[in-house]
């Protein structure tokens, strides 16, 4: 039984009609439907012939008669008429109405919040109201929408910080295992990454967005002292929670910071370049724990201090470096970040128009940006592809 082939239950018949117009409104008339004479005895079709003759009375359908070779063949099509008539008809709702319904609550949650949040919802209403899916969730399925857009509000405020992944679940829309159930990794980094330029597994995507199962340590080499412990004589690196940011100081005066967005690139670093910078562990796109660490080095060391940053010529690895220079009060240089690497190790891309803004910006990443967003011949560079180069030299 199908649209194609007939209809032997003139019920499923009259609502399909419906389902079409609810997902092609622009039709009007032009939904017609056939009926399955070869799946229906003659009982059968006298039974169901009258169900249409009660929708045709309503105004509702026509029926559309044609010559046949089989005397009991006597439609050709049913035809719908009036849609309203129809639901009245069928005692059902129209999807917009229900839609609206199950979408309001939906609006209350994201009022006020960013754009991208409030069009998540008007996605859901848009679906809906042609009894379709959007962000993977089921026509009216207002629980899972709810649980999403909640997730999405906590990340707003901020609720992953500092935190594992359960506890922000539970902070964010009290169910620790949200994110787990349901299909939210993949609606969270479907959304969340383009947003902040991370693209990848949903997993990573979440990891370099700070969602974590537990927060990353903080990994660094170098003079630091933290707790009162002398950190610097750890190898190849130290790590410390990240709660313990905040106690962390300088023990000496570092020849330069660098901080260096993937763990494999910062292994090699520590291990190869055995030199007396501060080297630290951005995680990704940086933690509130990995911007505590920094802030407290850029308070703390003289002016004259070179701060550096290495990551992933992408749109994640530009925006992770705009993160970090827009939260210390000295610059931030690009550490093997340029158009020449990038063209010359790196793999051909199209444009990246989201880059514009930061390409036009003030920021010591503009250009590469802007080559990104708009220039000729975009390459894309993961940093692992470069052997480990002290930026200050040997």
């Known amino acids: ?54 929708a045709e ?45 199950a979408a309001a609550p939906l609006f209350d949650l994201v009022d006020g919040r960013p754009a991208y949040i409030r069009e998540v919802a008007r996605d859901l209403l848009d679906a809906w109201t042609r009894r379709t899916r959007a962000h993977q969730i089921d026509y009216c399925d207002t629980a899972t929408a709810r649980t999403f857009l909640g997730l999405l509000c906590g990340f707003d405020d901020n609720l992953h910080e500092g935190v594992d992944e359960k506890t922000f679940c539970a902070r964010a829309v ?23 330029g991370v693209t990848g597994p949903p997993e990573e995507v979440l990891e370099t967005l700070g969602i974590r199962k537990f927060p ?30 905040d106690s962390a100081h300088p023990k000496l005066t570092p020849r330069y910071v660098l901080s260096i967005e993937n763990f494999a690139s910062f292994n090699r670093y520590v291990r190869e370049a ?41 749109e994640g690895g530009l925006q992770a470096f705009r993160v970090i220079e827009s939260a210390l009060n000295r610059p931030l240089t690009p550490h093997a970040m340029d158009i020449e690497s990038a063209i010359k190790l790196g793999s051909p891309t199209d444009n990246k128009p989201r880059l514009k803004g930061l390409g036009e910006s003030d920021s010591a990443i503009a250009p590469l940006a802007a080559w990104l967003a708009g220039g000729e011949n975009p390459h894309l560079l993961e940093q692992e592809m470069l052997d480990p180069v002290p930026p200050m030299g040997s």
Not at 4 to 17: K, Q
Not at 74 to 94: C, E, F
Not at 216 to 237: E, H, K, N
Not at 280 to 307: C, E, K
């Open 1 to 54: 039984m199908s649209a194609r082939t007939g209809f032997s239950d003139p019920y499923r018949l009259l609502n399909w009609m419906l389902d079409v117009r609810e997902q092609q409104p622009e039709r009007g008339r032009d939904i017609l439907a056939k009926v399955d004479y070869d799946a229906l005895s003659y009982d059968g079709l006298q039974r169901f012939d009258a169900v249409l003759a009660a």
């Open 57 to 101: 009375r309503v105004g509702a359908v026509r029926r559309e008669y044609v010559r046949s070779r089989r005397p009991e063949e006597g439609i050709k099509n049913v035809r719908l008429l009036d849609a309203a008539k129809l639901y009245a008809h069928l005692g059902r709702s129209p999807a917009a109405h229900e839609a609206e319904r």
């Open 174 to 196: 009290r169910d620790s295992k949200a994110i787990r159930q349901g299909g939210h990794a993949s609606r969270l980094a479907r959304v969340l990454g383009p947003i902040h």
């Open 216 to 245: 990353t340590p903080l990994c660094f080499r170098g003079p630091v002292v933290s707790a009162g412990i002398p950190m610097d004589g750890f190898r190849p690196y130290a790590a410390i929670p990240p709660d313990a940011a």
């Open 274 to 314: 055995g030199d007396d910078g501060l080297i630290v562990y951005a995680a990704g796109y940086p933690s509130r724990a990995t911007i505590t660490f920094l802030q407290r080095m850029d308070a703390a060391l003289d002016p004259a201090v070179a701060f550096f940053h290495w990551g992933d010529i992408e």
